[in-house]
């Protein structure tokens, strides 16, 4: 154990003081506001990115889908190995290689590196969401401050998207698109040497083994899907390419339900989606996510290609977008702090659907009220209900897996922006100077994302549900407890005697 993960006096009574676990939540908000603002600072640049590398839509689409691809790929895997090697250590790790990443996508001499680069920043962002979610957990065990302690991480992120357009289109405008990647840099520096100093370590009683089959098959899956989507329109559906893809997707997935059950310690365990509720808030996950990614990724190509707006005056418009999620996230945990599941999951579906349905009838000439009050709606649906899903995906698994619960959740969205993103760019990129026009069918799309989150969210809250849900655990907690994984290249750790247990199902370091 290295000197740097030796607890102090504060982990070895227990929990930290109450001031330790403010602190430790605005590092963790500090960390994951890199990825939170990336997004959106991202997307802004897209126009100048495509214009100065000569990149089609389709490679546009990679450079956002990218990072969403290879997150979501490994976000599984990342959540396990932080329970089994240190969250610290891999929230550290993950900094490190998003910092460095974001230096090398800004040096990027042509549209290929640049989605290579983005692949290596997406390595070290796939380290930070869903463990810094396992160290908010471990930190804050009682239900109503962990709701709080998840609004206020969800307000943080929704915050730094908020600020991504107005510095991307200043940074775009003054420097030049590389700058939205490099600003990244001082920032995952500044969250690294905190972390070091004031982040306690920790790890799960018992370690995951990793899976491998499991591990294969995820890339295998998500990576055709998302492949399939984007380069369908141009290769032809009907090409050896695209059919192969799609054959490799639905081996994926059969191998994924053969294989999976059959494992002693599967890297996605398949009798968690026997609880309406975890699944529900996954699959909603999914579907909100691809909204946002779709709706993001069109409007920023129609204001400034169509419209003829700066980075900077489109970065403006979207800000009520962001604003709206990082309001509706805080107002959104409170009523999650008094146990209402239902209300912000069936309102926030019906803000996306709203939201969306306003722009079905863009037209080069319409109007900026109308398209600031549709992205304000349409952030305001998100934003309530993020906090939801969030707070399901960490009480629905075992608290020792605190680092898997919290991936799960991660990874389903990091899926939907890809898919989100994959689906409408690929729709408008058939018509070419008929944007417009083709826009219509995605913003329809969009609109329908938010009917079945309302769906998903009325059946997952029912009273058959929960019913169903309760079954289901006390048949996970009678079933026995796989052995302890004690390969030759990682053994395990077992808790140490005299320290006391954390209510998470951590271990201190």
């Known amino acids: 154990m290295s000197t740097a993960d030796t607890p102090g006096p504060a982990s070895m009574t227990g929990l930290p003081r109450p001031v330790h ?26 126009p100048s990115i495509g214009k100065d590398l000569h990149a089609s839509v389709s490679s546009l689409q990679w450079t956002v889908s990218a990072y969403s691809l290879v997150t979501a790929c490994l976000l599984l895997l990342s959540g396990a190995t932080a329970d089994r090697f240190g ?3 891999i929230f550290q790790l993950g900094l490190a290689l998003f910092a460095l990443g974001s230096l090398l996508a800004g040096l990027a001499p042509g549209v290929g590196w640049l989605i290579a680069f983005v692949c290596v920043q997406a390595v070290g962002g796939s380290m930070l969401n869903p463990v810094a979610m396992s160290i908010i957990a471990g930190v804050f065990t009682d239900r109503a401050e962990r709701a709080r302690a998840i609004g206020v ?9 908020a600020v991504g357009p107005v510095l991307g289109g200043l940074l775009v405008d003054g420097i030049g ?44 899956l998500f990576a055709s899907v998302v492949a399939t989507t984007i380069e369908g329109p ?9 059919i192969a893809l799609v054959v490799l997707a639905v081996l994926a997935l059969a191998g994924t339900l053969v294989v999976e059950p059959r494992r002693p310690e599967p890297l996605i365990d398949l ?3 026997r609880s309406p509720p975890f699944s529900g808030a996954n699959l909603i996950s999914l579907v909100m996510t691809a909204g946002l990614g779709g709706f993001l990724f069109v409007n920023t190509l129609y204001l400034q290609d169509i419209r003829g707006f700066s980075p900077l005056h489109a970065g403006l418009l979207i800000i009520p977008m962001a604003a709206g999620q990082a309001l509706a996230a ?9 146990g209402a599941d239902r209300l912000p999951l069936v309102l926030g579906g019906a803000l996306l659907a709203t939201g969306a349905f306003l722009l079905v009838p863009l037209t080069t000439h319409t109007g900026t009220g109308c398209l600031l009050a549709a992205y304000a709606v349409f952030g305001l649906g998100a934003g309530t209900i993020a906090p939801v899903v969030n707070h399901t995906a960490v009480s629905g698994l075992p608290p020792d897996q605190v680092g898997v619960a919290g991936a799960l959740a991660a990874s389903a969205r990091q899926f939907g922006s890809s898919i989100g993103v994959a689906v409408t760019g690929s729709v408008v990129a058939v018509t070419g100077s008929g944007f417009v026009r083709s826009s219509h069918t995605p913003f329809g799309l969009l609109g329908a994302c938010g009917i ?24 996970l907690a009678a079933a026995p407890a796989p052995e302890p994984f004690t390969g030759t290249t990682a053994p395990a750790h077992p808790a140490p005697a005299q320290r006391p247990a954390d209510p998470s199902g951590a271990r201190h370091e």
């Open 21 to 46: 676990r403010r602190l430790v939540l605005a590092i963790c908000c500090l960390s994951v506001g890199v990825t939170g603002i990336n997004l959106t600072i991202v997307n802004v640049a897209l």
């Open 87 to 89: 969250r610290k250590r």
């Open 153 to 161: 991480w969800g307000s943080v992120i929704g915050i730094t998207m």
């Open 177 to 220: 698109w590389r700058a939205v990647f490099w600003v990244s840099v001082p920032v995952g520096i500044v969250a690294l040497v905190l972390t070091q100093r004031y982040v306690p370590g920790s790890r799960a009683a018992r370690a995951r083994a990793f899976d491998l089959p499991g591990q294969v098959l995820v890339v295998a």
């Open 234 to 242: 141009g290769q032809g559906w009907t090409s050896p390419w695209i």
């Open 271 to 273: 009798r968690w989606f």
């Open 330 to 338: 805080n107002l959104s945990a409170r009523l999650l702090a008094h």
């Open 452 to 475: 079945v989150v309302v769906a998903l969210g009325v059946l997952s809250t029912s009273t058959w549900a929960e019913n169903t849900a309760a079954r289901n655990g006390r048949r």
